[in-house]
């Protein structure tokens, strides 16, 4: 029984470090940097906080860019923050709210079912 509990209490502070749960997804993503100019890369993954990608060309951090990237339920314009670097790897997060944000947090609630279904 307490290897259940630890399980669970390491499950949650681990999601908490992250802030929200994280979902695989591959496709094609644009940047509009003002420094670096247009680029283009695919992601990694997505969450309804921040997007993962590989871009071939630098992007400074703490930058402030326009994503555009596709999802299931349609195209997704999106202002963001470059907030991590590993190599060709960038973290991305969201900072702007409205219907970009809504389609985000709708992809994210599918892949989630989708997960749960799937195990």
Known sequence: ???????INQSRSFLDLRGCPRFKLD????????????????????????????LKMEVSLD?????????????????????????????FQFVEQGPARELIARACRR???ERMLSR
């Open 1 to 7: 029984m307490e290897s259940d509990q630890l399980g």
């Open 27 to 54: 496709v094609e993503i644009r940047i509009h940097s003002h420094s670096s100019g247009p680029l283009t890369g695919y992601t990694i993954d997505i969450s309804e906080s921040g997007i993962a990608a590989i």
């Open 63 to 91: 930058q402030l860019v326009q994503l555009e990237f596709t999802l299931p339920e349609g195209t997704v314009e999106v202002e963001a923050l470059v907030r991590q670097r590993r190599a060709f790897r960038y973290g």
């Open 111 to 113: 892949f989630s079912i």
